[in-house]
């Protein structure tokens, strides 16, 4: 006994390739916009390299204003106390998950302390 499988389709004819719309989309932006236009729709507003520069002392000022010692500091965000001492000291900045932490937990001073100025 052998059973074949057949592929029944609904189209009586061959499948159409699809259309390429290579012509259409231009090579410098895509979506038919000039450069110009992809600079202004895709522009920063604030430069985030400044920022990211700073953050690590922003963060020490804020552990400062917020807790006591390092030792609060690794218990309140549960690190190790060396990388509480690595924050406090503007050494290292912490993962975004730490820093989502703070800003749930003390929105107002996370506001005041880590804002751009």
């Known amino acids: 006994m052998s059973s074949s499988i057949q592929l029944i389709s609904s189209q009586s004819g061959p499948v159409p390739a699809a ?4 012509k259409v989309l ?6 038919g916009r000039g ?4 600079r202004r729709a895709h522009c920063w507003h604030f ?5 990211r520069a700073a953050f690590a002392m922003r963060w020490s000022v804020f ?7 390092r030792e609060d500091v690794a218990a309140a ?12 000291d503007g050494l290292n900045r912490p993962y975004g998950d730490h820093v989502a932490l ?11 302390l880590m804002a751009a100025e």
């Open 77 to 88: 965000f549960g690190v190790t106390f060396g990388t509480a001492c690595n924050w406090w």
């Open 47 to 51: 430069d985030p390299v400044p920022y």
């Open 19 to 22: 259309k390429s719309h290579s």
């Open 63 to 69: 552990l400062r204003e917020m807790f006591q010692s």
């Open 102 to 112: 703070a800003a749930l937990a003390w929105p107002e001073d996370f506001a005041r």
């Open 35 to 38: 450069r110009a236009a992809l």
């Open 26 to 31: 231009p090579s410098s932006g895509g979506r």
